[in-house]
């Protein structure tokens, strides 16, 4: 099995008790927050986090990281820098509920402005967010997807070089929709991955499907095994994509989505240890 194997709880079950039972059936000791019931964490009243939290305690699970949706498809770089900065404040006080100090963001999709003004302003904006998060005692884990830094590594390495305290966090199959291939990606950041996300999938008339593990062209084996080699510490969390994929509304059956994922994990795990 690969150590420090978590999953973002919503690509198995909407509920989080669903959510919790699915993981500890797996034997996984982590659990990713990113919704429950289909809520943002950073959504969650005071009382409807500390609830959860209390659950995922008793089943003793671990939260590495709370996904928010700072930088992500749900904005634009145009979004006002105080509706981002309240999202950072609930984001960071609802995960302290769950002993997590790391929130995941990416780098803020374009809104039509000239490709000079998008890097300003993205840059900008996540470094006034990790300015933020330093006052909260967070840190920011930026992924490789929507965004300005999220198309290369060469964006993803000027962004560090440009804001204090960030962090990378590097999905192996997010290469798939946005147009490069994985491993070199992985190869020039990872001095400063902090977390792992595990998918795989391939293109079909220039658009991604994920799929089964190793099956696809993210070279997933290939990025595990640069990872394993490197000494990487962190967590390898699985988000499938197969039966939820929350940019494009896509939402399954759960009882598809909880078998669709539990298979993956297996197979995964195969995949891995072959």
Known sequence: ????????????????????????????????????????????????????????????????????????????????????????????????????????????PNDGRGAAQWRAEAIRKVRLLAELAAELNVTLLHENCNGWAGSSAARSLELLSEVDGLRLLFDIGNGIAYGYPSLPFLRDVLPYV?????????????????????????????????????????????????AKIPHLGVTGDPELMTAGYIDYVRRLEKVATA
């Not at 998918?199 to 394993?228: I, M, N």
């Open 194 to 242: 902090d977390h792992v996300h595990v998918k795989d999938g391939h293109t079909e008339q220039g658009r991604a499907v994920f799929g089964w593990p190793g099956q696809g062209q993210a070279q997933l084996t290939d990025c595990l095994r640069v990872l394993r080699e490197s000494g990487y510490q962190g967590w390898y969390s699985v988000e499938p994509h197969i």
């Open 1 to 108: 099995m690969i150590e420090r194997l978590c999953g973002i709880g919503d690509e198995a079950a909407p509920g989080l008790l669903r959510q919790i039972a699915v993981h500890r059936e797996l034997g996984l000791t982590g659990l990713e927050l990113r919704t429950i019931d289909g809520v943002g964490i950073h959504e969650l009243s005071d009382a409807q986090a500390d609830a959860a939290a209390e659950a995922v305690e008793a089943a003793g699970l671990t939260v590495p990281v709370v996904a928010t949706p700072l930088g992500s498809w749900a904005v634009t770089v145009g979004v006002s820098d105080e509706s981002e900065a309240d999202v950072l404040r609930r984001a960071a006080r609802n995960a302290a509920r769950f002993d997590c100090r790391r929130l995941r963001i990416m780098s803020y």
